[in-house]
T-cell receptor, first 109, second 113 residues
């Protein structure tokens, strides 16, 4: 069965510092991986997906199949990045997502 | 375009009561899902539907029923509420399976006493 692990419940960084939110997965098939974000009092929304290889709001994530990881990175944290971040894995059928437990990013001045 | 809507926003139930959480989308999405969000556990899939008339169980289906009579609506029924069902419930929809973006509703916060 598929599994997504986000080892940090809370990550606190200073504004301007680099950010790395860790995500590891286990899945025997070809993974489809995503990062979803939930800002305070807003809906859960897609931040980025590995298949698009895009950078959104300065965030990037690279799929490393050897290490089964999909870590989310940003070189310089901003206050508006403070939110709950979820890594998610799609099995490729029926839009079923397996979510990690989430990491709360707190960016302080 | 309202996107995904959920009602009610908040609900308090007594143990044993039943209720239906409503979910609707106006994006003509085939795929709809229900998740529950609990502290320290992330989001877990309850039930999902790949189209009108077709539903299937997710990771935590016990105590919940769903039906999909139209493309737009995907209600979640709690048959006999239990304190363990206290949670925030999210409905989501997507255009296609797998790698398609899922659009989430605002959530329903349910407390069972």
């Amino acid at each position: 069965a598929q599994r997504v692990t986000q080892p940090e419940k809370l990550l606190s960084v200073f504004k301007g510092a680099p950010v790395e939110l860790k995500c590891n997965y286990s899945y025997s098939g070809s993974p489809e991986l995503f990062w979803y974000v939930q800002y305070s009092r807003q809906r859960l929304q897609l931040l980025l997906r590995h298949i698009s290889r895009e950078s959104i709001k300065g965030f990037t994530a690279d799929l490393n199949k050897g290490e089964t990881s999909f870590h989310l990175k940003k070189p310089f944290a901003q206050e508006e990045d403070s939110a709950m971040y979820y890594c998610a894995l799609a099995t490729g059928t029926a839009s079923k997502l397996t979510f990690g437990t989430g990491t709360r990013l707190q960016v302080t001045l | 375009n309202a996107g995904v809507t959920q009602t009610p926003k908040f609900q308090v139930l007594k143990t044993g009561q039943s209720m239906t959480l409503q979910c609707a989308q106006d994006m003509n999405h085939e795929y709809m899902s229900w998740y529950r969000q609990d502290p320290g556990m992330g989001l877990r899939l309850i039930h999902y539907s790949v189209g009108a008339g077709i539903t299937d169980q997710g990771e935590v289906p016990n105590g919940y029923n769903v039906s999909r009579s139209t493309t737009e609506d995907f209600p979640l029924r709690l048959l006999s509420a239990a304190p363990s069902q206290t949670s925030v419930y999210f409905c989501a929809s997507s255009f296609g399976q797998g790698a398609w973006e899922q659009y989430f509703g605002p959530g329903t916060r349910l407390t069972v006493t």
